[in-house]
C-alpha cells in the first residue's frame, strides 16, 4: 500500500494529474487588457480569469457566481500579498502601474492559487484512498512509512517522530509536504 501512496503523491503524478491541467490554462489564457485604468476594470479582470480558470480546471465547465469569484479571487490575491506584508490595493497599484509584474502576475497568483488547492485537494484524496480506509495501526504505520521514505524536508511543525498524530489528520502533513515540493522549485523560478 505505501507503494502505491508514494506513487501517487510523487511530484510527478501530482503535475499528472492537478498542476499541468492549471499551467495550462494559464498559459493559454489571452488576457482582455494587459493594462488597467480604475478598480473596476481590476475587479472585472480577476474576476473573469477566476471564472475562466475555475471552469476550466476545477469544476469542468460549472460557473461561480460573479460575485463569489471576485471574493474568491480577492483572497488568493490577498493571501500571496499577505506573505510579502502588503494588502490587496498593493495588487491593485501593481496591476495600475504595471510594477511587480503588473497585470500579468496577478493572474500567475491566481493561476497557482487554484493550482495550489487542486494540488491539496487531489492529495487529501490520495490520503483518504490509501491511509483513511484502515484500522488505525495501519494508519500509523502507513504515515511512519511515508515518513521514511518521503524525499522532502517536511516543515518543522511536522513531528515526523510522530506518526500517530497525523495517521487521521492528515491535512497538515500534506501542506507541508506541498509547500517543501514547490521550496525545492522556488530558487529556479527565479531565474
Same mark, same amino acid.
Given at each position: 500500500?505505501?507503494?502505491e501512496?508514494?506513487?501517487?503523491a510523487?511530484?510527478?503524478e501530482?503535475?499528472? /494529474?492537478?498542476?499541468?491541467?492549471?499551467n +495550462?490554462?494559464r498559459?493559454?489564457?489571452?488576457? *482582455?487588457?494587459?493594462?488597467i485604468?480604475? !478598480?473596476r476594470e481590476? +475587479?472585472?479582470?480577476?474576476?473573469?480569469?477566476?471564472? !475562466?480558470h475555475?471552469?476550466?480546471c =476545477?469544476?469542468? @465547465?460549472?460557473?461561480?457566481?460573479?460575485a463569489?469569484?471576485?471574493?474568491?479571487?480577492?483572497? %488568493?490575491?490577498?493571501g500571496a #500579498?499577505?506573505?510579502q506584508r502588503?494588502?490587496?490595493?498593493?495588487a491593485?497599484?501593481?496591476?495600475?502601474?504595471?510594477t511587480? @509584474?503588473? =497585470?500579468?502576475?496577478?493572474?500567475n497568483?491566481?493561476?497557482?492559487?487554484?493550482?495550489?488547492?487542486?494540488?491539496?485537494n487531489?492529495?487529501?484524496?490520495?490520503?483518504?484512498?490509501? =491511509?483513511a480506509?484502515?484500522?488505525y495501526?495501519? /494508519?500509523?504505520? %502507513? %504515515?511512519?512509512?511515508?515518513?521514511?521514505h518521503?524525499?522532502?524536508?517536511? @516543515?518543522?511543525d511536522?513531528?515526523?517522530s510522530? *506518526? +500517530?498524530? !497525523?495517521?487521521?489528520? #492528515?491535512?497538515?502533513l500534506?501542506r507541508?509536504?506541498l509547500?517543501?515540493l514547490?521550496e525545492?522549485?522556488? *530558487?529556479?523560478?527565479?531565474?
Amino acid at each position: 500500500m505505501i507503494k502505491e501512496l508514494l506513487a501517487a503523491a510523487s511530484e510527478q503524478e501530482i503535475a499528472r /494529474q492537478v498542476g499541468n491541467r492549471h499551467n +495550462e490554462a494559464r498559459l493559454r489564457y489571452s488576457a *482582455p487588457m494587459i493594462s488597467i485604468e480604475n !478598480y473596476r476594470e481590476f +475587479e472585472a479582470l480577476i474576476t473573469h480569469y477566476y471564472q !475562466y480558470h475555475y471552469s476550466l480546471c =476545477v469544476s469542468q @465547465g460549472g460557473q461561480r457566481s460573479s460575485a463569489d469569484a471576485l471574493q474568491e479571487a480577492i483572497k %488568493i490575491i490577498e493571501g500571496a #500579498y499577505r506573505r510579502q506584508r502588503v494588502n490587496i490595493n498593493s495588487a491593485y497599484s501593481d496591476a495600475l502601474n504595471g510594477t511587480n @509584474g503588473g =497585470v500579468g502576475e496577478i493572474l500567475n497568483l491566481l493561476a497557482d492559487g487554484l493550482r495550489i488547492d487542486a494540488e491539496e485537494n487531489y492529495l487529501n484524496s490520495v490520503f483518504d484512498r490509501y =491511509v483513511a480506509r484502515g484500522e488505525y495501526s495501519e /494508519q500509523v504505520d %502507513i %504515515i511512519r512509512q511515508f515518513f521514511e521514505h518521503c524525499s522532502v524536508a517536511l @516543515g518543522q511543525d511536522i513531528d515526523v517522530s510522530k *506518526p +500517530e498524530r !497525523y495517521a487521521r489528520d #492528515y491535512r497538515d502533513l500534506i501542506r507541508s509536504y506541498l509547500m517543501a515540493l514547490r521550496e525545492i522549485h522556488r *530558487p529556479m523560478r527565479s531565474l
